[in-house]
């Protein structure tokens, strides 16, 4: 692995450790807190934050994915080479899976504390609006295809330069306004990873529509915005870039 790829790896590592962490961490430390809880509207505001200050801190080395179905649909529209998709999502899995076991050493710090569902995402019995199957898939798909949708949008020749991040960032928000009593919000398979490991049982074993949704949901928005946004211009991108590192070892891609 080259040490521009392993640079890349340790900004997506750290984006999804900060984005598992507050994000999940608001839900699991904050939402109920006694008389102060931040609730529905302060977890969906501690995800999109989440994104947007990473989105600047370190956007700029690996494109800011902090997510799976991000990497997989950036790089099904040509806007990942195919070298970083393993490390990316490697990065992503493990930074998820540290950031909810400090998340849980900090939360099992207070007396009778009980992890229960730990801010893991679910569905039937396990959604926290009791919603059957079918209809959180269809939400985890609906909401990760337009979450890349408005990625690869804001990001595309002709949006305003440099802010990507806003748009991107508030677009997590209100993802989450929607879907926390359906599935409580994953469109992110890394960061629904993460708390089921340490929620164990059945949040484990609903673990595979967490994957498969958000991933086909982004793997079509990729497609479509592959011929919708500037098709030659982002083919023609990845090419040159591919050929640049091959020569020079090193690449920089759109920053999502």
């Known amino acids: 692995m080259g040490h521009d790829t392993v640079k890349r790896s340790a900004a997506e590592f750290f984006g999804t450790f900060w984005l598992t962490f507050g994000g999940c ?62 490390p990316y999502i490697i990065a992503q899995v493990v930074g998820a899976v540290l950031a909810a076991a400090v998340l849980y050493l900090i939360a099992s710090g207070k007396a009778g504390w009980q992890p229960n569902g730990f801010a893991s995402n679910g569905y039937g019995e396990l959604s926290p609006g009791k919603y059957g199957l079918t209809a959180c898939l269809i939400t985890e798909f609906l909401l990760t295809f337009f979450f890349l949708f408005i990625i690869i949008g804001t990001t595309s020749k002709g949006a305003a330069s440099g802010f990507a991040g806003i748009p991107i960032g508030f677009a997590l928000v209100l993802i989450h306004l929607i879907s926390i009593p359906v599935t409580n919000t994953s469109v992110n398979p890394a960061r629904s990873t993460g708390p089921a490991l340490f929620a164990g049982g059945e949040y484990v074993a609903q673990l595979w529509l967490f994957w498969l949704a958000p991933i086909l949901g982004a793997l079509v928005a990729g497609t479509l915005a592959k011929w919708l946004y500037e098709p030659a211009g982002i083919v023609e991108t990845v090419v040159v870039e591919e050929r640049r590192d091959a020569k020079y070892g090193t690449t920089a891609h759109p920053a999502p």
């Open 25 to 86: 961490g608001a839900a699991v430390l904050s939402a109920a807190f006694p008389e102060l809880g931040i609730h529905f509207l302060g977890v969906a505001f501690a995800f999109g934050l989440t994104v947007l200050t990473m989105a600047y801190a370190v956007g700029h080395i690996s494109g800011g994915h902090f997510n799976p179905a991000v990497t997989l649909g950036l790089w099904s529209a040509g806007r990942c080479a195919s070298k970083h998709v393993v």
